[in-house]
Every structure is written in structure tokens, then in C-alpha cells.
């Protein structure tokens, strides 16, 4: 399997080059082959949502469950994120979820899946997927949920542990802003800046549900989210 990841061909090829819509990439995202994780996952685990949702979350990659019915955060640490929404007083109907990583990576013990941590080449070959849904988004705010999401964005030198709830300008803060500086304006192909938005990182509420006082972690998730939200109503 090393040899097989060190010479993944990305997602690249498998974007249409006139995707005009959300619904135009996810479709597409079916037939990726840009990594091997494919292989051995269910299906593509695409990210859903309004194109017009003033916040996007980015997570790491579907679990077991979310490669089952193909939506990303709809396992346990999905149940736990929109509870934390809740109590941050985000509103749910304006928010896009998707993942840096489009499959689910594990090792099969038994019968179980146990999730394994993508490695730095799958968040490299699916990166354009990433890229691809923010030319389509017009978010305030982008919260990144956990260290693969915010290396995968804003390099490997970030870490949530130390900027966890500061609000960051977003494209200006990520490692390569121009993939998100310029997004399409119509279907000529004819493109603006992106509008200017924050960003803000935070624990995947996965980190929540392993935690030694779960009680603790929470707080902390929706003391984060809740500057999100403040950001919004401000």
C-alpha cells in the first residue's frame, strides 16, 4: 500500500473542467480515483449543504458510518457537532459540511473498521475536490475541525491546540490562498476575488467523544463555535 500511495495520481483529472454547481462536482466525486482509498471504501463521502451557507466545516474523512449512506458527519461525532451548533446558536440551515478527505480510511479487524488517520498523500491527491467546492462556496466564516483539516489548509506548521477560537482572515491565512482567492462568477468562465471571510479552528468532535472529561472538551467546542457564531451575528 506505500507503493500505491506514494505515486497517487490526485483528483485532479477527475474534476470537469466546466463544473458550474456543487451537484456537477458530486457527481463527478463518484468515479474519483485519485488515491487507492477507494478500493476498499463503500463510496465517495462528498460534502452536502446550501452553495450559499455562511459557514463551512471541514472535517477529516467519513468514518464507517458515513461511508455507509455516502454524507459526511452522520455518526456519532456528526450527532455530537450538531448539538454543539445548537448550543453555539449557529443555525444549522446555513451550514456546509465536508471533509479534507473524500473516503473513509481504515484497517479491517474482524468485522470491525477501524478508522486510520489519512496520510499527508491522500490529503495531497484530494485537496482539489477541497478546492474545488470553496470556488463554489461564498462562506463568512470556514471552521476547520481538527489537525488533518488544519494542516490540510493552512499548513503543516499550524496547530489547533495554539490558535483554537482565534479568528483568522480567510483566504489571506491558508497556506496557498490563491486556490481560493479568485472563485467563477457566472458560466463564461469569468471570475471575481472571493469575498473576504475568517476563519476559525477548533477539536473534530471526535477528539470530544475520546476525551478523559467529554464534559470539559465540549465546553471548549462550543466556547469555539460560539465565537463563530458571535462573528456571524456581529
Known amino acids: 500500500m506505500a507503493e500505491q500511495t506514494e505515486t497517487a495520481p490526485g483528483a485532479q483529472k477527475f474534476i470537469p473542467p466546466r463544473a458550474d454547481t456543487l451537484d456537477d462536482l458530486r457527481a463527478a466525486a463518484a468515479g474519483c480515483r485519485g488515491c487507492e482509498l477507494y478500493r476498499d471504501a463503500s463510496q465517495t463521502v462528498f460534502g452536502r449543504g446550501d452553495a450559499g451557507a455562511r459557514v463551512v466545516f471541514v472535517g477529516e474523512q467519513p468514518g464507517d458510518m458515513e461511508d455507509q449512506r455516502g ?8 450527532r455530537l457537532l450538531r448539538k454543539a451548533v445548537d448550543d453555539a446558536r449557529l ?6 459540511l465536508t471533509n479534507t478527505v473524500k473516503h473513509f480510511r481504515f484497517e479491517q479487524r474482524g468485522k470491525r473498521r477501524i478508522h486510520q488517520t489519512p496520510d ?4 495531497t491527491a484530494c485537496r482539489p475536490w477541497l478546492v474545488a467546492e470553496f470556488a463554489q462556496l461564498r462562506p463568512e466564516i470556514v471552521v476547520v475541525l481538527g489537525a488533518t483539516a488544519a494542516k490540510a489548509l493552512l499548513g503543516p506548521t499550524f496547530r489547533v491546540t495554539r490558535q483554537r477560537g482565534e479568528l483568522l482572515p480567510w483566504p489571506e491565512s491558508a497556506q496557498h490562498p490563491e486556490d481560493f482567492r479568485r472563485v467563477p462568477v457566472d458560466s463564461t468562465g469569468a ?3 472571493a469575498p473576504p471571510a ?3 479552528a477548533t477539536i473534530h468532535p471526535s477528539a470530544v467523544l475520546r476525551a478523559d472529561d467529554q464534559d470539559k472538551a465540549y465546553e471548549g467546542l ?6 463563530a457564531a458571535r462573528a456571524l451575528a456581529g
Do not use: Q
Not at 454524507?71 to 456528526?78: E, K, Q, R, S, T
Not at 499527508?120 to 490529503?123: G, K, Q, S
Not at 462550543?222 to 465565537?227: E, H, S
Open 71 to 78: 454524507l459526511p458527519f452522520v455518526g456519532p461525532a456528526g
Open 91 to 96: 443555525d444549522p440551515g446555513h451550514i456546509y
Open 120 to 123: 499527508r498523500v491522500h490529503i
Open 191 to 193: 471570475v471575481a476575488d
Open 198 to 200: 475568517r476563519l476559525l
Open 222 to 227: 462550543v466556547a469555539d463555535l460560539t465565537v
